[in-house]
Protein backbone atom coordinates (compact mmCIF):
# COMPACT_ATOMS: atom_id res chain seq x y z
CA UNK A 1 0.00 0.00 0.00
CA UNK A 2 1.15 3.61 -0.18
CA UNK A 3 1.66 5.46 2.84
CA UNK A 4 3.03 9.00 4.15
CA UNK A 5 6.16 8.14 6.18
CA UNK A 6 8.92 10.19 8.33
CA UNK A 7 12.24 8.52 9.27
CA UNK A 8 14.39 11.50 10.13
CA UNK A 9 12.78 13.38 13.59
CA UNK A 10 15.34 16.27 12.39
CA UNK A 11 13.86 17.08 9.36
CA UNK A 12 10.84 17.36 10.55
CA UNK A 13 7.64 17.45 8.73
CA UNK A 14 10.01 18.48 5.36
CA UNK A 15 11.28 14.69 5.76
CA UNK A 16 7.75 13.03 4.97
CA UNK A 17 7.61 11.01 1.76
CA UNK A 18 5.31 8.91 0.06
CA UNK A 19 6.34 5.01 0.15
CA UNK A 20 5.05 1.57 -0.06
CA UNK A 21 4.80 -0.29 2.68
CA UNK A 22 3.57 -3.37 4.11
CA UNK A 23 -0.78 -3.42 4.32
CA UNK A 24 -1.05 -3.61 8.11
CA UNK A 25 -2.69 -6.60 9.91
CA UNK A 26 -5.75 -6.55 12.24
CA UNK A 27 -4.66 -7.56 16.04
CA UNK A 28 -7.05 -8.00 18.74
CA UNK A 29 -9.79 -5.83 19.21
CA UNK A 30 -9.05 -4.16 15.93
CA UNK A 31 -10.31 -3.72 12.85
CA UNK A 32 -8.59 -2.94 9.36
CA UNK A 33 -9.91 0.52 7.62
CA UNK A 34 -9.44 1.24 3.62
CA UNK A 35 -9.08 4.62 4.52
CA UNK A 36 -11.23 7.31 2.46
CA UNK A 37 -9.87 10.73 3.92
CA UNK A 38 -7.06 11.71 6.01
CA UNK A 39 -5.82 14.58 8.37
CA UNK A 40 -2.57 15.33 10.19
CA UNK A 41 -1.68 17.41 13.23
CA UNK A 42 1.62 20.26 12.12
CA UNK A 43 2.96 19.29 15.28
CA UNK A 44 3.33 15.09 14.94
CA UNK A 45 6.82 15.40 14.07
CA UNK A 46 7.49 16.63 17.78
CA UNK A 47 5.96 13.88 19.57
CA UNK A 48 7.67 11.00 20.90
CA UNK A 49 4.48 8.78 20.42
CA UNK A 50 5.80 9.30 16.30
CA UNK A 51 8.86 7.60 16.83
CA UNK A 52 8.47 4.70 19.34
CA UNK A 53 6.39 2.19 20.53
CA UNK A 54 4.86 2.01 23.48
CA UNK A 55 7.79 -0.09 25.15
CA UNK A 56 10.20 2.20 23.65
CA UNK A 57 11.40 0.98 21.02
CA UNK A 58 11.99 2.92 17.82
CA UNK A 59 9.32 2.14 15.08
CA UNK A 60 10.71 3.81 11.91
CA UNK A 61 9.53 4.68 9.32
CA UNK A 62 6.97 5.36 11.02
CA UNK A 63 3.51 6.59 9.04
CA UNK A 64 1.78 9.75 9.51
CA UNK A 65 -1.52 11.11 10.49
CA UNK A 66 -4.13 9.96 13.22
CA UNK A 67 -7.76 11.40 11.71
CA UNK A 68 -9.59 9.09 9.66
CA UNK A 69 -12.40 8.47 7.68
CA UNK A 70 -12.84 5.18 6.00
CA UNK A 71 -14.61 1.40 5.51
CA UNK A 72 -13.40 -1.65 7.64
CA UNK A 73 -12.37 -4.34 5.26
CA UNK A 74 -11.65 -6.54 8.09
CA UNK A 75 -12.19 -7.62 12.15
CA UNK A 76 -9.08 -8.83 14.43
CA UNK A 77 -10.34 -11.71 16.99
CA UNK A 78 -12.53 -10.63 19.24
CA UNK A 79 -13.75 -7.78 17.84
CA UNK A 80 -17.32 -6.62 18.29
CA UNK A 81 -19.54 -3.66 17.71
CA UNK A 82 -18.64 -2.91 13.72
CA UNK A 83 -18.85 -4.77 10.74
CA UNK A 84 -17.18 -5.38 7.53
CA UNK A 85 -18.08 -3.07 5.23
CA UNK A 86 -19.32 0.06 7.80
CA UNK A 87 -18.32 3.29 7.48
CA UNK A 88 -16.03 4.55 10.10
CA UNK A 89 -14.07 7.94 11.80
CA UNK A 90 -12.18 8.51 14.70
CA UNK A 91 -8.24 8.72 15.21
CA UNK A 92 -5.63 6.14 15.27
CA UNK A 93 -3.54 5.18 18.16
CA UNK A 94 -0.87 7.75 18.72
CA UNK A 95 1.66 4.81 19.15
CA UNK A 96 0.80 3.25 16.26
CA UNK A 97 1.01 3.49 12.56
CA UNK A 98 -1.40 6.67 11.70
CA UNK A 99 -4.10 7.22 9.05
CA UNK A 100 -1.83 8.81 5.82
CA UNK A 101 -1.94 5.83 3.97
CA UNK A 102 -4.72 3.27 1.76
CA UNK A 103 -5.16 0.77 4.69
CA UNK A 104 -4.74 1.67 8.66
CA UNK A 105 -5.49 -1.09 11.61
CA UNK A 106 -7.13 0.46 14.35
CA UNK A 107 -8.71 -0.86 17.51
CA UNK A 108 -11.95 -0.92 17.03
CA UNK A 109 -13.04 1.38 20.45
CA UNK A 110 -11.47 4.61 18.70
CA UNK A 111 -13.79 4.37 15.75
CA UNK A 112 -17.43 5.45 15.65
CA UNK A 113 -19.60 4.92 12.81
CA UNK A 114 -20.02 7.37 9.97
CA UNK A 115 -23.44 8.34 8.82
CA UNK A 116 -23.63 8.04 4.63
CA UNK A 117 -24.46 11.79 4.56
CA UNK A 118 -21.59 12.76 5.89
CA UNK A 119 -18.88 13.12 3.56
CA UNK A 120 -15.58 11.03 4.28
CA UNK A 121 -13.48 14.46 3.71
CA UNK A 122 -15.74 15.92 6.26
CA UNK A 123 -15.43 12.89 8.85
CA UNK A 124 -11.65 12.78 9.05
CA UNK A 125 -11.96 16.68 9.44
CA UNK A 126 -13.72 16.13 12.69
CA UNK A 127 -12.18 13.91 15.50
CA UNK A 128 -9.03 15.76 17.03
CA UNK A 129 -10.35 18.91 16.35
CA UNK A 130 -13.75 18.18 17.25
CA UNK A 131 -13.15 15.84 20.62
CA UNK A 132 -9.98 18.35 21.26
CA UNK A 133 -13.04 21.42 21.99
CA UNK A 134 -15.29 18.88 23.26
CA UNK A 135 -13.23 17.64 25.89
CA UNK A 136 -11.81 20.36 27.14
CA UNK A 137 -15.21 22.68 27.02
CA UNK A 138 -16.90 20.22 28.88
CA UNK A 139 -14.84 17.54 30.90
CA UNK A 140 -12.02 19.67 31.46
CA UNK A 141 -13.70 23.10 31.85
CA UNK A 142 -17.06 22.22 33.11
CA UNK A 143 -18.51 24.71 31.16
CA UNK A 144 -22.29 25.85 31.66
CA UNK A 145 -24.65 27.93 30.11
CA UNK A 146 -24.22 32.04 30.79
CA UNK A 147 -20.38 31.60 31.15
CA UNK A 148 -17.75 33.95 29.00
CA UNK A 149 -15.17 31.34 27.03
CA UNK A 150 -11.92 33.29 25.95
CA UNK A 151 -10.90 31.31 22.75
CA UNK A 152 -7.47 31.45 21.29
CA UNK A 153 -6.97 30.12 17.92
CA UNK A 154 -10.14 31.05 17.54
CA UNK A 155 -10.07 30.35 13.37
CA UNK A 156 -8.11 27.11 13.58
CA UNK A 157 -9.46 24.16 13.40
CA UNK A 158 -9.56 24.03 17.44
CA UNK A 159 -10.66 26.81 17.70
CA UNK A 160 -13.75 26.89 15.47
CA UNK A 161 -15.12 24.06 17.31
CA UNK A 162 -14.46 25.52 20.35
CA UNK A 163 -16.44 28.90 19.61
CA UNK A 164 -19.38 26.66 17.69
CA UNK A 165 -19.62 24.10 20.22
CA UNK A 166 -19.78 26.90 23.36
CA UNK A 167 -22.28 28.95 21.76
CA UNK A 168 -24.58 26.02 21.78
CA UNK A 169 -23.90 25.75 24.75
CA UNK A 170 -25.24 29.28 25.92
CA UNK A 171 -21.76 30.93 26.96
CA UNK A 172 -20.78 33.69 25.55
CA UNK A 173 -17.18 33.60 23.08
CA UNK A 174 -14.62 35.64 22.92
CA UNK A 175 -12.35 34.72 19.79
CA UNK A 176 -8.42 35.59 19.69
CA UNK A 177 -6.02 35.56 16.45
CA UNK A 178 -4.42 37.61 13.72
CA UNK A 179 -5.55 40.48 12.23
CA UNK A 180 -6.72 38.47 9.24
CA UNK A 181 -8.75 36.44 10.87
CA UNK A 182 -11.45 38.06 12.07
CA UNK A 183 -13.72 37.29 9.57
CA UNK A 184 -13.64 33.71 9.68
CA UNK A 185 -13.81 34.00 13.57
CA UNK A 186 -16.56 35.66 13.63
CA UNK A 187 -18.48 33.50 10.77
CA UNK A 188 -17.74 30.87 13.06
CA UNK A 189 -19.85 32.02 15.71
CA UNK A 190 -17.23 34.35 18.34
CA UNK A 191 -19.35 36.90 19.57
CA UNK A 192 -16.47 39.60 19.91
CA UNK A 193 -12.80 39.46 18.29
CA UNK A 194 -9.70 40.44 19.94
CA UNK A 195 -6.34 40.59 17.29
CA UNK A 196 -3.65 39.69 19.81
CA UNK A 197 -1.41 41.45 17.43
CA UNK A 198 -2.51 44.92 18.04
CA UNK A 199 -5.38 44.63 20.96
CA UNK A 200 -4.46 44.27 24.69
CA UNK A 201 -5.64 40.81 25.87
CA UNK A 202 -6.57 42.52 29.41
CA UNK A 203 -9.27 45.21 27.86
CA UNK A 204 -11.13 41.72 27.47
CA UNK A 205 -11.87 41.51 31.85
CA UNK A 206 -13.09 38.30 33.58
CA UNK A 207 -13.84 35.41 32.07
CA UNK A 208 -15.29 31.67 33.38
CA UNK A 209 -13.20 29.84 30.76
CA UNK A 210 -9.95 30.03 28.62
CA UNK A 211 -9.33 27.50 25.92
CA UNK A 212 -5.44 28.05 25.09
CA UNK A 213 -3.96 26.41 22.25
CA UNK A 214 -1.22 29.06 21.84
CA UNK A 215 0.46 28.70 25.81
CA UNK A 216 3.97 31.33 26.02
CA UNK A 217 2.59 34.37 27.00
CA UNK A 218 -0.43 34.33 26.17
CA UNK A 219 -1.23 31.24 28.34
CA UNK A 220 0.00 33.87 31.16
CA UNK A 221 -1.91 36.73 30.13
CA UNK A 222 -5.11 34.44 29.90
CA UNK A 223 -4.68 33.34 33.52
CA UNK A 224 -5.15 36.42 35.21
CA UNK A 225 -8.08 36.76 33.50
CA UNK A 226 -10.12 34.15 35.32
CA UNK A 227 -12.57 34.92 37.16
CA UNK A 228 -12.72 33.00 40.38
CA UNK A 229 -13.79 29.34 40.37
CA UNK A 230 -12.71 29.60 36.45
CA UNK A 231 -10.61 27.54 34.42
CA UNK A 232 -7.72 27.59 32.23
CA UNK A 233 -8.01 24.58 30.17
CA UNK A 234 -4.89 24.23 27.56
CA UNK A 235 -3.26 21.43 25.24
CA UNK A 236 -0.32 23.11 25.24
CA UNK A 237 1.60 22.11 28.48
CA UNK A 238 1.02 24.67 31.80
CA UNK A 239 3.03 27.54 32.30
CA UNK A 240 4.48 29.04 35.30
CA UNK A 241 2.00 31.56 35.84
CA UNK A 242 -1.55 30.17 37.17
CA UNK A 243 -5.18 31.19 37.90
CA UNK A 244 -4.86 32.96 41.33
CA UNK A 245 -8.32 31.53 42.75
CA UNK A 246 -9.29 28.96 39.80
CA UNK A 247 -8.14 25.54 38.31
CA UNK A 248 -5.66 24.48 35.00
CA UNK A 249 -6.28 21.97 33.30
CA UNK A 250 -3.47 20.10 30.25
CA UNK A 251 -4.69 17.37 28.42
CA UNK A 252 -4.11 14.87 25.91
CA UNK A 253 -7.24 14.31 23.66
CA UNK A 254 -8.57 11.01 23.63
CA UNK A 255 -11.34 9.09 21.51
CA UNK A 256 -14.49 8.69 22.82
CA UNK A 257 -17.14 7.00 20.94
CA UNK A 258 -20.01 8.34 22.57
CA UNK A 259 -18.20 11.96 21.79
CA UNK A 260 -18.19 10.84 18.41
CA UNK A 261 -20.97 10.09 17.61
CA UNK A 262 -22.50 14.19 19.54
CA UNK A 263 -20.29 15.88 17.50
CA UNK A 264 -21.07 13.68 13.83
CA UNK A 265 -24.77 14.27 14.62
CA UNK A 266 -24.43 17.99 15.05
CA UNK A 267 -22.39 17.71 11.84
CA UNK A 268 -25.35 16.00 10.27
CA UNK A 269 -27.64 18.06 11.82
CA UNK A 270 -26.03 21.53 10.53
CA UNK A 271 -25.04 22.17 14.09
CA UNK A 272 -21.46 22.22 13.34
CA UNK A 273 -19.00 22.91 10.56
CA UNK A 274 -15.93 21.60 10.20
CA UNK A 275 -13.05 23.67 9.06
CA UNK A 276 -11.47 22.52 6.09
CA UNK A 277 -8.57 24.80 4.57
CA UNK A 278 -7.86 22.31 1.49
CA UNK A 279 -7.95 18.71 0.31
CA UNK A 280 -5.13 17.18 -1.49
CA UNK A 281 -4.81 13.47 -2.79
CA UNK A 282 -2.57 11.13 -1.49
CA UNK A 283 -0.13 11.38 -4.19
CA UNK A 284 0.43 15.04 -3.43
CA UNK A 285 0.05 15.10 0.12
CA UNK A 286 3.60 15.75 1.00
CA UNK A 287 3.87 19.05 -0.89
CA UNK A 288 -0.17 19.51 0.95
CA UNK A 289 1.00 19.16 4.00
CA UNK A 290 4.38 21.56 3.82
CA UNK A 291 2.49 24.35 2.68
CA UNK A 292 4.36 27.67 1.51
CA UNK A 293 1.37 29.65 2.93
CA UNK A 294 -0.16 29.93 6.76
CA UNK A 295 -3.46 27.92 6.97
CA UNK A 296 -5.90 27.92 9.48
CA UNK A 297 -8.05 25.35 8.79
CA UNK A 298 -7.74 20.90 8.28
CA UNK A 299 -5.64 19.78 5.38
CA UNK A 300 -7.70 16.86 4.80
CA UNK A 301 -5.60 14.30 2.54
CA UNK A 302 -8.43 12.14 0.12
CA UNK A 303 -6.73 8.91 -0.04
CA UNK A 304 -9.21 6.65 -1.83
CA UNK A 305 -12.57 7.43 -3.40
Known sequence: MKAIVVTDEAAGAAGMTLEDRPEPKPA???VLVRVHAAA???TEVGWPSTWVDRAGRDRRPAILGHDLAGVVTALGYGTTG???????????D???DGS????????SRN???????VDFTVGASLPISGLTAWQGLFQHGRLEAGQTVLAHGAAGAVGTMVTQLAREAGAYVIGTGRAADRGKALDFGAHEFVDLENDDLADVGAVDLVFDVIGGTIQEASARLIR???TLVTVTGLGDVRPVDGRSVDFVVESVTSQLTELV??????RLRTNIDAVAPLEDAVAALNPTQRRNGKTVISVSS
Open 28 to 30: IND
Open 40 to 42: YVP
Open 82 to 92: LTVGQRVFGIT
Open 94 to 96: WHR
Open 100 to 107: LAEYVAVE
Open 111 to 117: LAPLPGS
Open 228 to 230: PGG
Open 265 to 270: QRVRDG
